[in-house]
């Protein structure tokens, strides 16, 4: 008991004991360990991460309090979950470093687009079990979703500890990992496409007169409730929009705009072409 007694009521970390290394902490696996951090799920002496350049390992560390270094294999072998985080194209070469370290028991958690995992247990080498997840950027302020699939070897428990991970940052759903790719077009590109319709809607605020502050905020805050709508009513969103669209009112008006402009048939197209990429990164393409 200290003198205090405060310390006894510090918040535990959620995973105690777990060591967790983040290989290639750049944004998402930055976003990561911060959102980690954050929501008390790891301890900073329970999470160490790597990157390529030591002057950024430095400055991590400075920024976490956390251990960043450019060693990889050291980390694989410290860690009980070992997160993959670098390009899609550096995966194999980061599997052929950490291979040496990688043991019975460890769970291999990749978020690199593309890259299977097949192709993981291929290039660990033994029968680990591997969870692939996509995230997205979101998950910085806690509102991210990750699609997380299993590979071959994963145990329901570590399956569990993947998804309490993510869970941290924003909502999980386990998918099959045929739609892996789909996922990552959709809602692993989709913050920039919403950030564009966001941008161009307080365009149009502006244009309109609105003050450039007022417009965006008007523009942020309308997309965000309409998305807490179809996500808290469970109503179809073709219903909601419904119920703002009065009978030669101005919202038709508007819509006839969007529907003559290719809106809905643009999005369809961009989720398409950004899956289609999806599978072919990991291919170095
Ligand atoms: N950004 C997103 O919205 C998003 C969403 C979902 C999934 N992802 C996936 O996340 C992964 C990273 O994307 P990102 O946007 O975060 O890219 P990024 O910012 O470029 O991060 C990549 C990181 O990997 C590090 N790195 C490169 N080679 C390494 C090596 N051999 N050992 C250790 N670290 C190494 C880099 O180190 P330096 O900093 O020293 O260069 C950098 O910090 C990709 O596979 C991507 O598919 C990204």
Request: aromatic share 4%.
């Amino acid at each position: 008991m200290s003198e205090t007694g405060y310390e006894a009521k510090l918040p535990q970390p959620l995973m105690p004991g777990t060591r967790v290394a983040v290989l290639g902490a750049g944004k998402m696996g930055g976003i990561l360990v911060q959102g980690f951090l954050k929501n008390n799920l790891l301890g900073q002496d329970q999470i160490a991460a790597t990157v390529q350049h030591q002057d950024r390992a430095t400055a991590l560390s400075a920024q976490f309090g956390v251990t960043v270094t450019t060693d990889n294999r050291a980390a694989a072998a410290w860690a009980d979950v070992i997160l993959l985080g670098v390009k899609p194209v550096q995966v194999p070469g980061l599997m052929a470093q950490i291979k040496p370290a990688l043991t019975a028991g460890k769970l291999l958690l990749s978020f690199a687009a593309s890259v299977t995992t097949g192709a993981i247990e291929q290039a660990a080498g033994l029968d680990l079990g591997v969870v692939r997840a996509m995230p997205n950027t979101p998950a910085m302020i806690s509102a991210g979703v990750t699609a997380l699939c299993a590979g071959r070897f994963v145990s329901a428990e570590q399956m569990s500890i993947a998804q309490k991970i993510f869970a941290t940052v924003g909502r999980t759903v386990v998918v099959d990992e045929k739609h892996m790719d789909a996922v990552t077009g959709l809602s692993g590109s989709g913050p920039a496409f919403l950030y564009i319709i966001i941008e161009a809607l307080a365009e149009a605020g502006v244009n309109v007169g609105l003050p450039r502050d007022v417009a965006t905020l008007l523009a942020a805050q309308t997309t965000l409730g309409s998305a807490r709508m179809v996500l808290e009513t469970g109503y179809h969103p073709a219903l909601l929009k419904d119920q703002v669209t009065t009978p030669a009112g101005c919202t038709v008006d508007g819509i006839l705009e969007l529907e003559e402009g290719g809106l809905r048939v643009t999005l369809i197209k961009a989720v398409k072409r950004a899956t289609m990429r999806a599978r072919e990164l990991a291919s170095g393409k």
